[in-house]
C-alpha cells in the first residue's frame, strides 16, 4: 500500500476559481423540482471531531466538502467511533417563510443525526438525500442547526470503493457531509415530489402532494387536471437522443405552489433485429460507447471544488465521441446527471456494494477463469441496507432522461441472491435495462450478458441477450508532474510514451471492438475517464489538466464503431 509521504496534493483548476465562491456549491441542487425558495446553507461551519467525550478537533469546515479533503479545511482522517460535529447558526431572510421550512441534506456518510435547536429531527445516512420539515422546531430569529455523523466504514451499510487503507482501485475513505444543505419554504399543501414517464408521444406526469386541482404549463399550453396523475401527448416530438438531448421546460403550480421541472421524450428498450437483441433509444439499435466514471477529484475527493468540474468531465469526454458514462458505484449529486441531460451524456449507473469484499474471491480467481457459482451470504441488516439504496437510487433518478441502465453488483462485490434482487428492483423501473451481475458470477435473471475483460483478447460468445462489454482496458500512462503516487501507479498495461499510449489505445478499438460487434456487441466501457489516486489509467489525468488523447483521433474511432454497428 502507498504511504503518505509518497503522495503529492494536486490541484485542479476548479480549485482557483472556489476561491471566488461566496458560498460553494450554490446552485439549486435539485432541478427537476425547484422552487423560487431556496436558501443554500453551504459554507464555514463550526466543525469538531469528539471520542469518548474527548474534542480531538475543533475549529471550522468548508461544506460540502468532506473533511478528509484538503479544500475542507480539515484534511483530517476520521476514526472508529469519532463522533463528528457540524454546527451553525440560522436566521431566516424576511419573507422567506411561505409556511413551512424543509430542512434538505444532500448525503452524509455514514449516517448522521439532526438536530434544531437541540431537537432532534431524524436521521439520515450514506448516499441519498434527505429532507426533514423543521417548521414546528424553529423559533423568531437566530436558530441552532446541529449535525452529529459517524463513520466507521461499516461493511453492512454501502461503501463503494472507500477503504480505510487506500490504494490500487480502492480509494480514500470520506466521512460526513458531502454534498449541500439547504432550506427552502413551502405553503401548508406543497408539491413534495413528481414523477415523470416518457414514451415516443409524449409523458406521464403524476403530482404527488400539493391541492387536489393543479396545472401543467408546458410551452403556451395549460393543462389542468384533478388527483396525482396527467397524460401529456406531443405532437410531432422532438426526441431526446445524445445528438439532440432537448428537454422540454414546464411548471406545475398546485394552490399556492409552483415548481419547476423538465423532461425528455425518449424510450429504452431491448428489441430483436436481424437475429440479434440489441438495446434500443427511441426503438432504434444504439452503440453505447462508454467510459467508467469513479467521480472522485483530488480537491474535494467526492466532490470537484466547483460544479464546473463535473461538467468538464462530460464536455470533454463528448468531444473525444463518446455517448455513455457508466457511474461507477457511486451516486452523483443531481446537478451531475442534470449535465448529463443538458449535453446528452447517457449514464449507466451502479447500485452501492456492501458487504466484505475478497481480492482472491471477487477478483482474482473470475479474472482468469473461475466466473460462475460465487455469491456472498447477506444478513437481513445488510440486505436491507443495499436493497434501500438501490430503491432509493431508482426513485431519484427516475425523471433523468440521460439514466437509461442499472448495475446492480459489480464483479461479485457483496453479491447476494442475485435474481431475487433483479425480481425486487426491476418492477420499480421497468423503463431502463438492468444489469444484474456486471463481469461474472452471473445470474439467471438480466436483461444483459455483461462481460469484463482486461488481460485477455476481446473474444465474446453469442448470446441471446444484448452483449455489452462492461469493463475493459485500463491501460496506464503516467503523465510527470500531474502524478498523485509517486512511487506507486496502478492500471492494466503501462505505456511509457504518450504517443504508444494512444496508438494502443486505438488499436484495441479497431483491432478487438469493432470486430466484435457483428457478434451482438452493442456496448462498450472503456476504464476510465479520469486518472484516480494510484489509478493513472485514466484519459484525463487526476487533476483534469491533462487529456492524453487527442480528441479527434477518438472522434474518429468513435465514428468507425457507429458506422460498424450501423452496417451490421
Not at 150 to 163: A, E, F, S
Not at 278 to 283: D, K, Q, W
Not at 339 to 366: E, R
Amino acid at each position: 500500500m502507498a504511504k503518505k509521504t509518497e503522495t503529492v496534493d494536486l490541484y485542479t483548476e476548479y480549485e482557483a476559481e472556489l476561491k471566488n465562491e461566496t458560498v460553494p456549491f450554490s446552485e439549486y441542487p435539485r432541478p427537476q423540482l425547484k422552487r423560487d425558495s431556496y436558501l443554500c446553507l453551504n459554507g464555514y461551519w463550526d466543525f469538531s471531531i469528539r471520542n469518548n467525550g474527548d474534542i480531538t478537533y475543533d475549529g471550522q469546515i468548508l461544506v460540502p466538502f468532506v473533511p478528509e479533503s484538503r479544500i475542507s479545511g480539515v484534511k483530517i482522517d476520521i476514526n472508529d467511533g469519532d463522533l463528528i460535529w457540524y454546527e451553525r447558526k440560522i436566521t431566516l431572510p424576511d419573507g422567506f417563510n411561505k409556511g413551512r421550512i424543509i430542512l434538505h441534506i444532500g448525503a452524509c456518510d455514514q449516517w448522521a443525526d439532526l438536530f434544531v435547536n437541540g431537537k432532534n429531527v431524524g436521521w439520515v445516512g450514506g448516499y441519498l438525500p434527505s429532507s426533514s420539515d423543521i417548521t414546528e422546531l424553529l423559533c423568531d430569529g437566530e436558530n441552532s442547526l446541529r449535525i452529529v455523523a459517524r463513520d466507521d466504514l461499516d461493511i453492512n451499510m454501502p461503501y463503494g470503493k472507500q477503504t480505510k487503507n487506500r490504494g490500487g482501485m480502492w480509494y480514500t475513505k470520506v466521512s460526513g457531509l458531502w454534498q449541500t444543505v439547504w432550506l427552502e419554504s413551502v405553503p401548508e399543501k406543497y408539491i413534495t415530489d413528481i414523477k415523470i414517464t416518457p414514451d415516443l408521444k409524449g409523458v406521464d406526469i403524476e403530482v404527488f402532494g400539493g391541492e387536489d386541482e393543479k396545472t401543467v404549463v408546458l410551452g403556451e399550453n395549460e393543462y389542468s387536471f384533478k388527483g396525482e396523475k396527467i397524460r401529456i401527448d406531443i405532437d410531432d416530438p422532438v426526441l431526446w437522443t445524445p445528438d439532440d438531448p432537448h428537454l422540454y421546460r414546464f411548471s406545475v403550480i398546485s394552490g399556492e405552489d409552483r415548481v419547476e421541472s423538465y423532461f425528455g421524450v425518449r424510450t429504452v428498450e431491448i428489441k430483436e433485429i436481424n437475429g440479434k437483441k440489441l438495446i434500443c433509444l427511441n426503438g432504434k439499435p444504439i452503440f453505447m460507447h462508454g467510459l467508467l466514471d469513479q467521480g472522485y477529484f483530488p480537491d474535494g475527493i467526492f466532490l470537484p471544488a466547483t460544479p464546473k468540474g463535473f461538467e468538464d468531465d462530460i464536455v470533454r469526454m463528448k468531444q473525444c465521441g463518446f455517448n455513455m458514462l457508466r457511474k461507477h458505484i457511486k451516486l452523483e449529486p443531481e446537478l451531475f446527471y442534470y449535465y448529463c441531460d443538458v449535453h446528452g451524456m447517457l449514464v449507466w449507473q451502479d447500485f452501492i456494494n456492501n458487504g466484505k469484499y475478497s481480492f482472491l474471491i471477487d477478483t482474482a480467481l473470475p479474472t482468469v477463469f473461475l466466473r460462475r457459482g460465487i455469491s456472498h451470504k447477506a444478513s437481513e441488516l445488510r440486505r436491507g441496507f443495499f436493497l434501500d439504496t438501490a430503491k432509493g437510487i431508482i426513485k431519484t433518478l427516475y425523471n433523468h432522461p440521460s439514466v437509461v441502465y442499472y448495475t446492480i453488483f459489480n464483479e461479485g462485490w457483496g453479491q447476494f441472491d442475485a435474481d431475487n434482487c433483479y425480481d425486487e428492483l426491476k418492477p420499480l423501473d421497468k423503463t431502463r435495462i438492468f444489469d444484474t451481475t456486471s463481469g461474472w458470477f452471473k445470474a439467471k435473471k438480466t436483461d444483459v450478458e455483461s462481460e469484463h475483460i482486461y488481460f485477455k483478447k476481446i473474444k465474446l460468445k453469442k448470446s441471446d441477450k444484448p452483449i455489452v462489454l462492461s469493463e475493459f482496458g485500463g491501460y496506464s500512462h503516467r503523465v510527470e508532474g500531474h502524478i498523485f503516487n509517486l512511487s506507486n501507479n496502478y492500471g492494466y498495461r503501462t505505456f511509457q510514451y504518450l504517443r504508444d499510449y494512444e496508438d494502443a489505445l486505438v488499436s484495441l478499438y479497431e483491432n478487438e471492438v469493432i470486430p466484435a460487434i457483428e457478434k451482438g456487441l452493442c456496448a462498450t466501457v472503456y476504464t476510465q475517464v479520469s486518472d484516480v489516486e494510484d489509478e493513472t489509467n485514466g484519459l484525463l489525468t487526476y487533476d483534469r489538466r491533462v487529456l492524453k488523447v487527442s480528441p479527434d483521433v477518438m472522434k474518429r474511432v468513435a465514428d468507425e464503431i457507429f458506422s460498424a454497428f450501423e452496417k451490421q
